[in-house]
């Protein structure tokens, strides 16, 4: 079974998914520092922006929605402003609300992170540490217990927060059991009674339920394997998926051949919650039926798409529609470049755009492309053809055919898609895909760029790249000839 056999069968079964957990809220600002506060040798920063996003269960079953399911969420919030936004978040994303509890006196659990410059400068937690009232434990338990009947699976995602503890779970081990039950907990240990069909820990919670390090890097797939028989019976789950982040996952289930993962690493992000991804991601396939050795490798997937972009980690069906069924040939026609990019919009994705020959590709590029990506969650890179370049350029060029240049850029980790136009600009593409923003290299001003114009005519943003000094194409094609010659 294929990805598309996957998706194909999720969208037909749009499994029913309750989701209970600790539900967060995940607020991300970004800003610049320019200055030292005169009261403590402390950063001052200038705050840029912010966004709301759900977390930890609530980003679970935001990802489940996404990703096909009917989702129903079970939890308890603070009656507070965060709590507002949670719900509005989950609602936003289709998700049903009418059994998340909102408490009087309680707070909403938030982890704020403050970034500059790509890196996460600080981490702010306001948690609910106080034991949740009797009363929410029990309207939960109730009502999980009509639910469960009437659902597809039950995802448990338990981050050692007040709600779930242990009469939380000698009461849930008493309702009737879900059809599927897939748990994600930092201590999988205190859910054996339940047990689960599935339990997805990470290294640190597979050595913590071992009592033994896995060791690292390529060792901890085989030290899991070897654990396998230990890491069920500890658990009292069927099948556990070990999962090892950029190493990948390892599947062990019982009379069956261990079946492994690896994971398609992208560059570093500031990223959380691509584990919430992976747990929802299986869930899902699995409650449509899908081979769980499938519903691992669909999770896989979704984990990869998810952290290659910033912010708390979402994937959508499209998104994973869209990898599975990508053209080799990295030059993707206009039209057909239209139609991914409104896939990338609906899951929520911010589109960069950015333009040129790029004929010998050296450091001047790629740090502007990465640079680029950064501006967002998708970087097209629209390439002149050899007859616009030759226009643009000059006779002799370009050196290398577009054939080549596609191929290259398409092969750099912070490139999505390559497109190529033949008018000497690029206003035609910018009209038909629509970006949300136009990046160009220092060497240029919004003033000579056509683009640019283009771009604040459609309502968008036009940024321009930090000035790499010294590396010219021109410049590095004299140099070879005279190279050459001499």
């Not at 967060?24 to 200055?35: A, I």
């Not at 005169?38 to 996404?66: I, S």
């Not at 261990?258 to 869930?283: I, K, M, N, Y």
């Not at 600009?425 to 160009?440: F, G, H, M, N, S």
């Amino acid at each position: 079974m294929n990805t598309l056999d996957s998706t194909a069968r999720i969208r037909a079964r749009r499994p029913r998914i309750a989701v209970l957990g600790d539900f967060l809220l995940d607020r991300w600002w970004h800003g610049t520092v320019d200055r030292v506060a005169r009261e403590a040798p402390a950063p001052v920063v200038e705050l840029a922006g912010a966004r709301d996003l759900p977390g930890g269960a609530a980003n679970t079953a935001r990802n489940l929605a996404a990703l096909g399911a009917d989702v129903l969420a079970f939890g308890a919030i603070g009656a507070d402003e965060p709590g507002d936004r949670l719900r509005e978040g989950l609602r936003d994303a289709h998700v049903d609300v009418s059994a998340l509890q909102c408490v009087d006196g309680a707070r909403t659990t938030t982890k704020a992170r403050v970034s500059v410059a790509d890196h996460v400068l600080l981490r702010l937690d306001d948690t609910q540490r106080e034991p949740w009232p009797e009363r929410v434990r029990h309207r939960l338990v109730a009502e999980l217990r009509e639910a469960v009947t009437q659902c597809d699976a039950l995802v448990i995602c338990d981050y050692g927060a007040a709600l779930l503890d242990d009469a939380m779970i000698a009461e849930l081990a008493e309702l009737p059991r879900a059809a599927l039950l897939i748990i994600d907990a930092h201590d999988p240990a205190r859910w054996s009674a339940l047990r689960p069909d599935v339990i997805t820990p990470n290294a640190g919670e597979t050595e913590r339920l071992l009592g033994r390090p896995l060791g690292s890097g390529e060792a901890r797939v085989g030290a899991a394997i070897d654990a396998g028989e230990a890491l069920r019976s500890r658990s009292g789950a069927r099948s556990v998926v070990v999962t090892l982040d950029r190493t990948g996952t390892v599947l062990l289930t019982d009379g069956a051949r261990p079946h492994r993962t690896r994971a398609h690493a992208a560059p570093e992000q500031q990223a959380s919650g691509a584990g919430d991804v992976f747990v929802s991601a299986l869930a899902v396939a699995r409650a449509a039926d899908c081979e769980l050795s499938a519903a691992v490798d669909l999770a896989q997937l979704a984990a990869d798409i998810a952290v290659e972009r910033t912010g708390t980690c979402r994937c959508s069906l499209d998104e994973l529609e869209l990898r599975a069924t990508a053209a080799p040939d990295p030059q993707i026609s206009v039209a057909e470049l239209a139609r991914r990019l409104d896939a990338h919009r609906n899951a929520g994705a911010r589109i960069v755009f950015t333009n040129g020959c790029f004929d010998v590709l050296h450091r001047g590029h790629t740090a502007s492309l990465k640079q680029a990506r950064r501006l967002g969650d998708v970087l097209v890179v629209a390439l002149n053809s050899d007859d616009s370049a030759r226009r643009v350029k000059g006779p002799g060029r370009p050196v290398n055919g577009i054939r080549d240049r596609a191929n290259v850029l398409s092969e750099l980790s912070c490139v999505d898609y390559v497109t190529v136009f033949d008018d000497e600009t690029a206003c035609a593409t910018i009209r038909e895909l629509r970006p949300d923003v136009y990046a160009k290299g220092g060497d240029y001003t919004p003033e000579m760029l056509e683009e640019a114009a283009e771009m604040r005519r459609m309502g968008g943003e036009v940024v321009i790249l930090d000035y790499v000094p010294d590396h010219s194409t021109t410049e590095l094609i004299d140099r070879l000839r005279t190279t050459a010659e001499a």
